[in-house]
């Protein structure tokens, strides 16, 4: 089966084989090509399993969305993966190379990059600043070759180079010699995952590289993301969002309580009776059609948002 | 009421012992906490090795001074070793309270009655400023306006200055280059810099080193300019009162710890001398201050001086004021 899809950003129409068409969609599922390969990962936070994955591929070139409900362990996996956390058990490897162990800086350097929930900007850093620490391998950051500024200056230019084509990329050239701490929120996401690509990665993990921004700039995002992709790299992103997940991901991985409950294409995944149950608790009755699903989620929105109306009107009275 | 005697003193103690000996130890502190965010709070735990290091090799082991030089250097980067290697890799505090407490037990074992033959207890070490005393070119007073400084006085400022440009000159190599990027990049969040694969346990590593051996100089010339190394002249106020010179000239600027330190002594001599003869003359009466409470009472000033510098100019006299303004958001 061949797929069209139609790139906002370029375009062009992009036709590719779909890796996708014999991979059953249950959990633990083989790829064909798996650029990250997942074994018996747990991590156990006191009595509490944040992540617990028996098996998980992620396969190569493609853009699969990890998600699930809030404190289902998406985050603590990405933690695991590029090595800011330590598991109790587990192994997986990163294009055939074992990653156990590595310190973070390693698994950058080997080409896997993350980006952060909470966004990271470098504040007192120019945004081109920002750019330029991305880049690997640079002898200027090595300590006697930093005190003489000829050894370092022409590989300093082509990075800036590399650097501005980037920014101009994601729209942020004309902030280059801001410092970073005085970017909008959305502006920072950008420049993360800008910054991210100057390490040239094989493989991006976005931590909710949506969250918090516009509509309009999450579509820009989004755009982002599918020319990641298109270029060759791998991307494995977090989102909340249905409708996002929908438009950019070949993939989608379901995780709740730790584990990897479902996965497949978006259309399996959003009538899967356990991803429903995940998401809205396990005694619904019957499975949901969209409609009633959201009008469902609007009754919870409501009942918490007039539930933290009165805890704030009891606040409010005992401080009179 | 002597304005030139008082005008005098506080120009010898703007490029005086305590400027040259503060400059060095707050250009070491700057790279530590003004460039990587590391809060070292034993910068006078570094000067006691250097300081001591000198003494020991060349009063107990009867070597040479330039030996002892050697020894006080190496004696630094041993301790910046031993404090970093547990710490960096742990949250900035713990750094704090390492630094702090390692300072302490430095101090408390230099003057040690157990060691006395090395250390010479609470009495400290002299007379191993020989060779440096023989090399003074200097003959004669020097005068020029209202300063004047003894043959020894000029030796000692001159080469004492001299490793004050020759630190900020390392400083401002270090700092503008890739090197120095990654520093400033980990003062603003480590797991950020991190991700994008650089070990950054290893670079706060080489900062703790290189600004703990220029703190061992600062700490090498305080005891060489005194003739005399003092266990009590490394205690923690050593520490802060380098963290105020380079807070008041600017953190993360090139020539802050040094303006900041010469603003700072000449600021201390200006009120002690003009609190002194203000009692002397009977402008204050004795009902208030006395002549003794002068030393205490010009701290309070600076105290109060350096509050006010952080209501209307935190970021010290050279720092970027937009940068303070980022670090609230
Ligand atoms: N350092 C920690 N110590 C203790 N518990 C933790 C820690 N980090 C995460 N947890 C717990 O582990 C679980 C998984 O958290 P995680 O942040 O991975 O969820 P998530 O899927 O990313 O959620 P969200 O969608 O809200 O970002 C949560 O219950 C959380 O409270
Ligand atoms: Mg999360």
Redesign the pocket.
Same mark, same amino acid.
């Given at each position: 089966m061949t797929e069209t899809t139609p790139s906002p950003n370029t375009g062009f129409t992009r036709i590719r084989v779909d890796a996708f068409e014999d991979v059953p969609e249950q959990p633990g599922a083989r790829k064909p090509d798996p650029i990250l390969v997942v074994e018996s990962l747990t991590r156990r936070? =006191?009595g $509490?399993m944040?992540v617990d994955v028996d098996h998980l591929e992620f396969q190569r070139g493609a853009i699969t969305g990890l998600i =699930?409900p809030? =404190?289902? =362990?998406? #985050? #603590? $996996?990405f933690n695991l993966l590029t090595g800011f956390d330590k598991p109790n058990t587990g192994t997986w490897s990163f294009n055939g190379r074992p990653m156990r162990g590595l310190s973070a800086h390693k698994v950058a350097q080997a080409g896997m990059v993350r980006t952060f929930?909470l966004t990271k900007a470098l504040s007192r850093l120019t945004v081109m600043d920002n750019m330029k620490l991305g880049a690997t391998g640079q002898t200027g950051e090595r300590f006697f070759p930093s005190l003489v500024r000829s050894r370092w200056r022409g590989q300093e230019k082509a990075i800036e180079e590399r650097a501005e084509a980037l920014l101009e990329r994601f729209n942020l050239h004309h902030m280059r010699d801001e410092f970073a701490g005085a970017l909008s929120g959305g502006q920072r996401k950008l420049l993360e995952m800008a910054r991210a690509l100057m390490v040239e990665p094989e493989l991006v993990m976005l931590d909710?590289p949506m969250a918090g921004v516009n509509p309009a700039l999450a579509q820009t995002i989004i755009g982002h993301v599918r020319d990641l992709a298109a270029d060759g790299l791998s991307v494995v992103f977090?989102e909340?969002d249905m409708d996002v997940v929908r438009t950019v991901s070949d993939w989608v991985v379901v995780?709740a309580e730790g584990r990897v409950i479902a996965e497949g294409r978006h259309a399996s995944i959003v009538t899967n009776p356990e991803v429903i149950d995940a998401y809205l608790g396990r005694h619904h009755g019957t499975p949901l059609d969209p409609a009633e699903q959201e009008r469902q989620l609007a009754e919870a929105q409501a009942e918490i948002e007039a539930e933290l109306e009165a805890e704030e009107r009891a606040r409010e009275q005992e401080g009179a | 009421m002597d304005w030139e005697s008082i005008f005098s003193n506080t120009l010898e103690s703007a490029i005086g012992r305590d400027a040259m000996v503060f400059a060095l130890a707050a250009i070491g502190l700057n790279l530590h906490f003004g460039y990587t965010g590391l809060l070292n709070f034993g910068q006078a735990g570094f000067m006691a090795v250097g300081a001591y290091g000198v003494g020991i090799t060349v009063v107990e082991f009867d070597a040479p001074l330039w030996v002892g030089v050697i020894v006080g250097i190496v004696g630094a980067v041993g301790l910046a070793l031993l404090l970093g290697l547990p710490t960096l890799r742990l949250r900035a505090d713990y750094l704090a309270i390492t630094t702090i407490a390692a300072g302490e037990i430095l101090r408390f074992i230099f003057r040690a009655a157990e060691f006395r033959d090395f250390t010479g207890g609470s009495n400290g070490i002299n007379g191993f400023a020989r060779d440096f005393t023989n090399a003074n070119p200097f003959n004669g007073d020097f005068e020029l306006w209202l300063i004047s400084f003894s043959a020894t006085q000029m030796w000692y400022l001159t080469v004492g200055w001299a490793l004050v440009l020759l630190s900020v000159l390392l400083i401002w190599l270090l700092t503008r280059s890739p090197w120095g990027r990654v520093l400033k990049a980990i003062r603003e969040d480590e797991d950020a810099v991190r991700a994008l694969g650089k070990n950054v346990y290893a670079y706060k590593m080489q900062s703790l080193i290189v600004g703990g051996v220029i703190g061992s100089l600062a700490g090498m010339m305080l005891a060489i300019s005194a003739r005399s190394v003092q266990p009590d002249n490394y205690g923690t106020p050593t520490t802060f009162f380098a963290y105020a010179c380079l807070i008041l000239g600017g953190a993360a600027t090139i020539w802050g710890p040094v303006v900041g330190s010469m603003i700072f002594w000449s600021i201390m001599a200006f009120t002690e001398n003009l609190l002194r003869q203000l009692v002397e003359n009977d402008h204050i009466p004795d009902s208030i201050m006395s002549g003794v409470q002068v030393g205490q009472v010009r701290f309070m000033l600076m105290g109060l001086g350096l509050a006010l510098l952080m209501i209307f100019r935190p970021q010290g006299v050279f720092g970027d004021r937009r940068e303070i303004a980022l670090t609230t958001r």
């Open positions: 936070f =006191g $509490l944040a =699930g809030n =404190g289902a =362990g998406k #985050t #603590t $996996l929930q909710e977090v909340h995780m | -």
